[in-house]
C-alpha cells in the first residue's frame, strides 16, 4: 500500500447480491431481442422444405399444383424433389363424373366407361383434398351444370370440378402446413358491465375481517377486530343480530349449507360452532398453538379444515370434535385454505410465499408450487372450471387441477392482495391492504375496472384496506369488508353497455412470465 497509493476497499457484497446482479446484466442485455424471430437461412430451409415434401408429401407431389398458390421456396423444393425423381409418373383418374370431358364431346369408347379409380390413386387423390373439402366432395354426387361449362375443353382431371377453384380460393391450403405459424396474441377479453358501490353498512367498531353469505341469500355474516360477530339482512343491509363469544379479533367465518351452523375462529386460538337455532356456541375445536386465520368446510362431506399462525392447517370432523389430521408442511403462518369435493380437496396459501395441494384422506401433501416470490395471502377456487388463482404481492397466478399446472399471470396490482372472489360469469375481483380493487376478466387476464372507494367520512385515509370480499349466492352483489370499519355492497351498473363502457385492449404478443 506504501509503494502503490492508498487503494479503496471493494465493497463486498452477498453471494446472492452478486448472483442476482449477474442475472439483471444478463437480462438487460437480451431484453431487446425477447420475442424476435430467429432469421432464416436460406440454404437450411430450402434444404428442410424438401426434405419435409419427400417424407410427408411423396404421395400426391406427383398430382398437379397450382401456379397462384405455389411459393417461391415451396415451389423449388418441388423442382428439386422431381429432378432428383426422374421422370413423373402419370395418374390419370377417368371417370369420376358421369360425363365427358366437356359439351359436344362425342361419346367415344374411352368416354363412355366409367372407369373406377384405383385404390392407390384415390387414396393419394383424398390426402390432397383440405379437411372441410373433402367432406363438402364426400356429399357431392354429380358435378352441377355450372362445373361443366366451367371445366369446358379441359383435360380430364385428376381432381373432382371444384377442387382447383376451392383451392385457389382458400389460399393454397396443401401447402399450408408449411407455412411458419404466427406468434400467438392475447384473445380478445369478454366484455362485463362495470360495477358500482350502491350501499355502505356501518355497525362495526373495528377492522371487518371476513365475511361469509349464507347459501339462501337472505343474510350475511362478517366478523371484527372488534371481537363480534355481526349478521346483516342482504335486501335492507340491516343488522339482525350480534354474536359475542370470541376474546379476539374474528379472522374467519363460513355457514354450512348442510346444517343450521356458522363457523368462527379467531386470534384467541378458538375454533367455534355456533347453532343458529339457538344463536349459541354448542362446539370448540382446542388443538391451534396461535391465531386462526381462516376455515372452510367440505362442500359434501361434514369435516372443518382451518389454518393457523403456528404453520399448520388442521382437519376436524364437525360432529365429534375431533382432529383428523394435522396438515404439517408448511414453514411459515397459513394464511388461507380452501376445500372442493375433487382432488385435491385441500388447498393453502402460505406466509413462505408457498400454495400446497393436500391429499385430505393421507394428510400429506400432494403437490407444493413455488412459483410465488412473496406470502401467499389469498386463494380462490373457480365455480365451473377445474381452476384456481392465488394473490400475492407479486402477482395474482392461475392454476389448473389436479397438479397444479401453470396457467398465466395477472399482473399490475402492485399490492398486498388479502382477497381473491370469482362468479361464474368469469369476474375476478382482487382486494388489496391499500384500499385499492382490480377486476379480472377470468380467461384472459385483462383488467377491466379499478375501483378505490372513499372511505367513512370520519376515519383516516391511511384506513382503507379490503381484507374480505365474496359474490352473494345470485353472483349480482359484490360485497367487502374493509379497514375502516364498514361493509361495502357493489353491483353491476345496468345503464353501461360495451359502447359506453368500451374494452381499451390491443391485441398485445403474449409475454407470459413462469415465475
Not at 401447402?175 to 406468434?183: D, E, F, G, H, Q
Not at 400454495?355 to 373457480?382: C, E, F, P, Q, Y
Not at 384472459?444 to 374480505?468: C, K, M, W
Amino acid at each position: 500500500q506504501r509503494e502503490w497509493g492508498v487503494v479503496e476497499d471493494v465493497q463486498k457484497h452477498s453471494v446472492h447480491t452478486l448472483i442476482f446482479r449477474s442475472l439483471k446484466r444478463t437480462h438487460d442485455m437480451f431484453v431487446a431481442d425477447n420475442a424476435k424471430p430467429i432469421p432464416i437461412d436460406e440454404e437450411s430451409h430450402k434444404l428442410k422444405m424438401s426434405a419435409k415434401l419427400r417424407t410427408e408429401y411423396s404421395s400426391v407431389l406427383h398430382m398437379p399444383v397450382l401456379k397462384e398458390n405455389r411459393e417461391k421456396g415451396h415451389h423449388e423444393a418441388y423442382e428439386h424433389y422431381t429432378a432428383h425423381q426422374g421422370t413423373e409418373s402419370e395418374y390419370m383418374l377417368t371417370g369420376t363424373h358421369p360425363y365427358p370431358s366437356g359439351p359436344g364431346v362425342a361419346l367415344t369408347a374411352d368416354t363412355q366407361i366409367q372407369r373406377m379409380p384405383s385404390e392407390s390413386a384415390a387414396q393419394s387423390l383424398a390426402l390432397a383434398l383440405p379437411p372441410s373439402q373433402s367432406r363438402l366432395e364426400a356429399q357431392r354426387t354429380a358435378a352441377s351444370v355450372g362445373d361443366i361449362y366451367r371445366h369446358a375443353g379441359h383435360p380430364e382431371r385428376s381432381q373432382p370440378p371444384g377442387l382447383s377453384m376451392a383451392s385457389m380460393e382458400s389460399g393454397g391450403t396443401k401447402n399450408s402446413a408449411l407455412v411458419a405459424k404466427k406468434a400467438p396474441t392475447m384473445p380478445k377479453p369478454q366484455w362485463h358491465p362495470p360495477w358500482k358501490l350502491y350501499r355502505v353498512i356501518s355497525g362495526h367498531l373495528g377492522w371487518v375481517r371476513c365475511l361469509a353469505v349464507e347459501p339462501g341469500n337472505q343474510w350475511f355474516v362478517t366478523g371484527s377486530a372488534d371481537r363480534t360477530i355481526k349478521i346483516w339482512d342482504l335486501a335492507s343491509g340491516k343488522l339482525k343480530l350480534s354474536l359475542t363469544g370470541h376474546i379476539s379479533t374474528v379472522r374467519g367465518v363460513i355457514v354450512s349449507g348442510r346444517s343450521p351452523y356458522l363457523f368462527s375462529c379467531g386470534e384467541d386460538k378458538q375454533v367455534k360452532c355456533w347453532d343458529l337455532e339457538y344463536n349459541k356456541v354448542i362446539r370448540h375445536y382446542h388443538g391451534h398453538l396461535s391465531a386462526v386465520y381462516g376455515l372452510d368446510l367440505h362442500p359434501t362431506i361434514d369435516v372443518l379444515v382451518t389454518c393457523s399462525r403456528d404453520s399448520t392447517a388442521r382437519i376436524w370432523d364437525v360432529r365429534t370434535k375431533a382432529g383428523v389430521h394435522t396438515l404439517v408442511g408448511h414453514t411459515n403462518a397459513v394464511a388461507t385454505v380452501r376445500c372442493q369435493a375433487a382432488e385435491p380437496q385441500i388447498i393453502t396459501g402460505s406466509h413462505d410465499t408457498t400454495i400446497r395441494l393436500w391429499d385430505m384422506v393421507g394428510g400429506k401433501t400432494r403437490v407444493t408450487l413455488t412459483n410465488h416470490k412473496k406470502s401467499v395471502r389469498a386463494v380462490v377456487l373457480h365455480p365451473r372450471q377445474y381452476t384456481f388463482a392465488s394473490g400475492s404481492p407479486d402477482n395474482i397466478k392461475q392454476w389448473k387441477f389436479p397438479d397444479g399446472n401453470f396457467i398465466q399471470n395477472l399482473s399490475g396490482h402492485n399490492a398486498i392482495i388479502n382477497t381473491l372472489a370469482v362468479n361464474s360469469d368469469g369476474v375476478l375481483v382482487s382486494g388489496a391492504d391499500n384500499g385499492t380493487m382490480h377486476l379480472w376478466d377470468w380467461r384472459t387476464g385483462y383488467n377491466f375496472q379499478r375501483i378505490h372507494a372513499a372511505v367513512q367520512p370520519g376515519s383516516l385515509d391511511s384506513e382503507s384496506g379490503i381484507f374480505a370480499c365474496t359474490f352473494d349466492q345470485s353472483e349480482s352483489r359484490l360485497i367487502t369488508a374493509e379497514a375502516d370499519k364498514t361493509i361495502k355492497v357493489y353491483r353491476e351498473d345496468e345503464t353501461a353497455t360495451e359502447e359506453t363502457h368500451p374494452v381499451s385492449w390491443k391485441p398485445e404478443i403474449i409475454k407470459r412470465k413462469r415465475f
